[in-house]
């Protein structure tokens, strides 16, 4: 409930940010790696004006160095990584990342994604020396 309130008072920096009151549940993508958006939880300020669903993900880095972040569709979407906002250019971010756990959240305003599917993926970076996996699912 407090992460509900926290979107419709627009506080999305606190919603990407370790704020333990965030209830997530696990969902998974298909095998062609697209998240279907119809049966997930969305969150409808008062006002109606908007509709999101908030997405959260985790990657572990094992070995530093520049990743990119890419998305089929971002129309509508926000990223958030490490709890600081990010800009994405034509779909995708990149960034250099250290040894660690890395969080990713998304707000997605389903007026503009709609009930279709959403890809996030993390594809090699060409002379980048990175690993990463993704954290399953608790």
């Known amino acids: ?54 997405l959260r993900a985790q990657i572990e880095v094992t070995s530093r160095g520049k990743v990119t972040i890419a998305l089929d569709d971002s129309d509508g979407v926000q990223l958030w990584l490490d709890g600081k906002r990010q800009t994405l250019s034509k779909g995708t971010l990149d960034a250099d990342l250290q040894v660690g756990l890395h969080t990713i959240t998304l707000a997605i305003d389903r007026k503009i994604q709609g009930l279709g599917t959403l890809k996030l993926t993390i594809p090699e970076s060409p002379g980048s020396p990175a690993k990463l996996q993704l954290v399953g699912g608790k």
């Open 1 to 54: 409930q407090e992460v509900v309130q926290k979107v419709a008072a627009g506080k999305f920096d606190e919603v990407a940010g370790d704020d333990p009151a965030g209830e997530w549940s696990s969902v998974y993508s298909r095998v062609s790696g697209g998240l279907p958006l119809l049966n997930l939880p969305v969150i409808t300020p008062s006002d109606d004006h908007f509709v999101y669903t908030i």
